[in-house]
């Protein structure tokens, strides 16, 4: 009888573009990094068919919140700058972002990376920015996938996808229509672009070096660009009782997202002149000659999340969260936000 070991391979399979072997260096690359976001809780290791986690027993109502997103084409500037170890903390911050907003706290996240050739020493630096990224968010990177499509991606290309599942309790989970006229909104600084606009800024910049040094910026237009994306789950988490409802700003910027996070019959009134807008965005304003509504309607000008909360709550959060501030309040009106 013919016996087969672990890592065996298939020539003709290679041959096709598919190296299996470079599958199997990939995951022992990374393992290293995956174990560094072990938490309680884990109940499985890395190479299963499933990544298992157990519900802590302590919880009365348990209520699961998923999140999936991806980092879109903010990974054209790490292929044009040959960097990647940055790219996964976005794909996990896009993801558990989200679950807070429902007040859940991440337990555990899983990513798809899809490669035109797999480079081990590649897929392992990716997969570092995403244990980074987990580590960030106190939770567990308990599993993946990786896909080597030949003729499918051109060979020094991949994309990246993650799933993200949270736990609330049933009566903590926020709700919007909790919120009323009178109550503030505080704003939590971004990092920068975040993860979203990019094919705007890819556009506006199609023209610049990425490896250019920008003396606004006081780094080079690449380092800017792949700044990661903030996780906010260590800052707010500790808060969410005092919070009534929050808003994760991507796609859409100010004017999609910050009335998802509110009832009917309201209105998010924001002062322009209290927001504080990072460099970044005002360069891209003046190189795109894009009017400053159109910005609030893509990006999120500086301010990655926001809090809606009582008046009497409001000391205790711009407190407890640095560089956190006042940009508003909720008034009587037909929806939407208004900024003056």
């Known amino acids: 009888m013919k016996s087969y070991e672990k890592n065996s391979t298939s020539e003709n399979y290679k041959l096709s573009g598919v190296n299996v072997q470079a599958g199997y260096d990939a995951v022992n ?103 980074e990224g987990c580590v960030q968010s106190q939770c567990a990177l308990i599993g993946g996938e990786t896909a080597e499509m030949p003729g499918f991606y051109p060979e020094d290309e991949y994309d990246i996808a993650g799933f993200s599942v949270g736990v609330v309790e049933r009566e903590k989970i926020l709700n919007p229509s909790n919120v009323k006229a009178g109550d503030v909104i505080i704003a939590l600084p971004s990092s920068g672009v975040h993860s979203n606009g990019f094919s705007l800024v890819r556009k506006i910049f199609e023209d610049r070096n990425f490896n250019e040094y920008v003396n606004e910026l006081g780094k080079t237009l690449g380092e800017e660009l792949l700044t990661p994306t903030k996780i906010y789950v260590r800052e707010v988490l500790p808060l969410i009782s005092k919070i009534k409802s929050i808003a994760h700003i991507t796609g859409g910027g100010f004017y999609e997202n910050i009335p998802r996070s509110f009832g009917k019959n309201l209105t998010a009134e924001i002062e322009l002149a209290k927001i504080k807008t990072p460099e970044i965005f005002k360069l891209l304003m003046k190189a795109g000659n894009i009017e400053l509504d159109e910005m609030f309607h893509v990006f999120n000008m500086g301010v990655g999340m926001t809090l809606i909360t009582s008046p009497n709550n409001a000391d205790e959060i711009l407190n407890s969260i640095e560089n956190s501030y006042l940009i508003g309040e909720m008034i009587t009106g037909e929806g939407g936000i208004k900024l003056c």
């Open 29 to 131: 690359l990374m393992k290293k990094h995956v174990e560094r976001t072990k938490i309680p809780g884990v109940f499985s290791d890395l190479g299963g068919f499933g990544g298992m986690f157990e519900l802590d027993e302590n919880l009365k109502h348990p209520v699961l919140v998923s999140g999936t997103d991806g980092v879109g084409t903010k990974l054209k500037i790490a292929f044009a700058v040959n960097k990647h170890n940055t790219i996964g903390i976005d794909c996990v911050a896009m993801c558990v972002n989200d679950v807070l907003c429902s007040g859940a706290r991440p337990l555990f996240f899983l990513d798809y990376i899809a490669v035109g050739k797999n480079f081990p020493e590649k897929v392992a630096e990716i997969v570092s920015g995403v244990a």
